[in-house]
């Protein structure tokens, strides 16, 4: 059983960057595709980002393309969302999920079985 931890998140001004880390243990990290989730006060939570086992496929929301950059570090068992010139609109608490499946690994907060506990980013204006 994967067990996920995010970390990095915090409170920072419009324009500015964080950096998201999610470690994984209790797992081989490398077979798993790894999702970013957001969930903004009162709304669903909605994809941000996937990459794929290897890393060498990313996909992301539209609303986040061009400011923010999803990888991995199978060696360190690390995934990673940089996030640039951030907006109010970003503010929401971000999620990894790791996703086991053979197929079917893509945008839908389903296909994932395995979720970290969230960590808060909120973005001033």
């Known amino acids: 059983q994967v067990q996920l931890v995010e970390s990095g998140g915090g409170l920072v001004q419009a324009g500015g960057s964080l950096r998201l880390s999610c470690t994984a243990s209790g797992g081989t990290f490398s077979t798993y595709v790894m999702g970013w989730f957001r969930r903004a006060p009162g709304k669903e939570r909605e994809f941000v980002a996937t990459?794929?086992?290897?890393?060498?496929?990313?996909f992301y929301v539209d609303t986040v393309k061009g400011r923010f950059t999803i990888s991995r570090d199978n060696a360190r068992s690390t995934a990673y969302l940089q996030m640039n010139s951030l907006k109010p609109e970003d503010t929401a608490v971000y999620y990894c999920?790791?996703?086991?499946?053979?197929?079917?690994?893509?945008?839908?907060?389903?296909?994932?079985?395995?979720w970290g506990q969230g960590t808060q980013v909120t973005v001033s204006s």
């Open positions: 990459i794929s086992r290897s890393g060498g496929i990313t």
């Open positions: 999920a790791a996703c086991g499946s053979g197929t079917g690994c893509g945008s839908q907060t389903y296909e994932y079985e395995h």
